[in-house]
Nanobody, 126 residues
């Protein structure tokens, strides 16, 4: 399984950005895909997730501003980010986990995902 992120860029506060994660070699019928981010000097944190049933979940810090979606025909996961803030700055990682479905509550932990992309940098300036 290979995950390749794209779309990272430097933007101004309030602007929008679209990240993509292209997945290959992934044929599981039950799965969860997610975006994590890691700011300099901080731990990696979950941002948003989507599972094979279409359920979605978001971190409180991005609710109402970020939208996660999936194009199953293209095997691509998208993160639409709007009204970006300086605290959204970090390296964004795509992750995938098999036999993992979302349930109400906190986002799945990073150790629940088997596959990771290399990450893309998003920088938001004030």
């Amino acid at each position: 399984v290979q995950l390749v992120e794209s779309g990272g860029a430097s933007v101004q506060s309030g602007e929008s950005l679209r990240l993509s994660c292209a997945a290959s070699g992934y044929t599981y019928s039950s799965y969860c895909m997610a975006w994590f981010r890691q700011a300099p000097g901080k731990r990696r944190e979950g941002v948003a997730a989507i599972d094979s049933d279409g359920s979605k979940n978001y971190a409180d810090s991005v609710k109402g501003r970020f939208t996660i979606s999936e194009d199953k025909f293209k095997n691509t996961m998208i993160l639409e980010m709007s009204n970006l803030k300086p605290e959204d700055t970090g390296t964004y990682y795509c992750a995938a986990g098999e036999w993992l479905l979302l349930i109400p509550g906190p986002l799945p932990r990073e150790d629940q995902y088997e596959y990771w992309g290399q990450g893309v940098l998003v920088t938001v300036s004030s």
